[in-house]
């Protein structure tokens, strides 16, 4: 028996807007299920189809109270532990930024390899690396 990663949640403010987020990193829809108001939402990259990210809003089946606390430590970037991995961290900055995507730390040499920061809509942070390994 073996067991693996297959789903990881993201808490996001919105669904579309964190959809049209993903699909600017390249990622695709792999499910999209409504259920009355609940909408579960998982995307997945293309190089990684088998972890997909489930980008779900802060609610069902929380109580309000519990779902105010997550919607505002979304809002601080405090939920999110993703690290994105590339080959090339220099050039997937400079597409990611003509994308229009923020970043709160340039690319740039650190001993581990190479990295920067960058936010979602709803406040998330995320990383991006190019472990020490792969040739800048």
Not at 37 to 65: C, H, T
Not at 70 to 93: E, H, N, R
Request: net charge negative; glycine share 8%.
């Amino acid at each position: 028996m073996s067991v693996q990663t297959s789903h990881a949640t993201l808490w996001v403010r919105d669904q579309d807007e964190a959809l049209t987020f993903f699909e600017k990193l390249g990622f695709t829809v792999r499910e999209d299920v409504k259920n009355g108001d609940y909408r579960w939402l998982a995307v997945a990259s293309s190089s990684q189809p088998d972890l997909a990210i489930v980008l779900a809003v802060p609610g069902y089946p929380m109580d309000e109270e519990t779902a105010a606390h997550v919607k505002s430590a979304v809002a601080k970037g405090m939920l999110s532990g993703i690290v994105f991995s590339t080959d090339d961290c220099f050039a997937t900055y400079e597409d990611l930024k003509a994308k229009g995507i923020e970043f709160t730390r340039p690319a740039g040499e650190r001993p581990y390899g190479v990295d920067a920061a960058f936010r979602d809509p709803s406040g998330n942070e995320f990383r991006l690396l190019q472990t020490a390994g792969a040739p800048a």
